[in-house]
């Protein structure tokens, strides 16, 4: 079936530094690619999310950019700030009208003081 | 995201036992989801449904069941034949359409179910 890998699974930086995440899918008819930020038991919130026919996208200090050749997109967040910790998911849509989206494992991110 | 809830937020259940969650959304949202999150482990879908009276499998749909009376409201029931139902239930609501923004899938707030 179709999937979407994401990696680093865990990543934890300075205060102030930046960090990537990345993502590759398999579905070359994806269009829609989200990313989502869940803290410690709460739900998933949207944060960014690109579409195919832009290759970046920017919204303060998070930026995500889209490979669709490679099939591989990614999160970028700089100046980063303790309360930036918490687990981050990329999706990718699938199927007609996007009725279908596959996520990524997750990454736990820990930003340290 | 605010007008998707889920209820219990905590539930125990019996080993032998079914259990519905409940999700609701007043939203107007015609698309609904249920997915299933293991610790460390992304969503996998569970069922969805685009329209009342109409849904779809998902990935893992083993074990559970689904109904859509009413476009507000998407229960799940976790049946005893799910072998390790223990687990974080997410539901999330996508308005549908052909307007650049329907893409979006919002989450509720979860159930945390365990088996005793």
């Known amino acids: 079936g179709e999937n979407v890998e994401q990696h680093p699974s865990t990543l934890s930086v300075q205060e102030g530094d930046s960090a990537v995440i990345k993502c590759t899918y398999s579905?070359?008819?994806?269009?829609?690619f989200p990313w989502y930020k869940q803290e410690l038991g709460k739900r998933p919130q949207l944060i960014i999310d690109i579409r195919s026919n832009v290759g970046e996208k920017k919204d303060q200090r998070i930026a995500v950019t889209l490979n669709k050749t490679a099939k591989h997109f990614s999160l970028h967040i700089t100046e980063t700030q303790p309360e930036d910790s918490a687990v981050y998911f990329c999706a990718a849509s699938i199927g007609d009208n996007n009725n279908d989206m596959r996520f990524g494992a997750g990454t736990r991110l820990t930003v340290k003081p | 995201d605010g007008g998707i809830t889920q209820s219990p937020k905590y539930l125990f259940r019996k080993e032998g036992q079914n259990v519905t969650l409940s999700c609701e959304q007043n939203?107007?949202?015609?698309?609904m989801y249920w997915y299933r999150q293991d610790p460390g482990q992304g969503l996998r879908l569970i069922y969805y449904s685009q329209i009342v009276n109409d849904f779809q499998k998902g990935d893992i749909a083993e074990g559970y069941s689904v109904s859509r009376e009413k476009k507000e409201s998407f229960p799940l029931t976790v049946t005893s034949a799910q072998k390790n139902p223990t687990a974080f239930y997410l539901c999330?609501?996508?308005?549908?359409?052909?307007?650049?923004?329907?893409?979006?899938?919002?989450f509720g707030p979860g159930t945390r179910l365990t088996v005793l």
């Open positions: 999330a609501s996508r308005e549908t359409g052909h307007r650049i923004s329907t893409d979006t899938q919002y």
């Open positions: 939203l107007n949202h015609d698309a």
């Open positions: 579905d070359s008819a994806s269009n829609y």
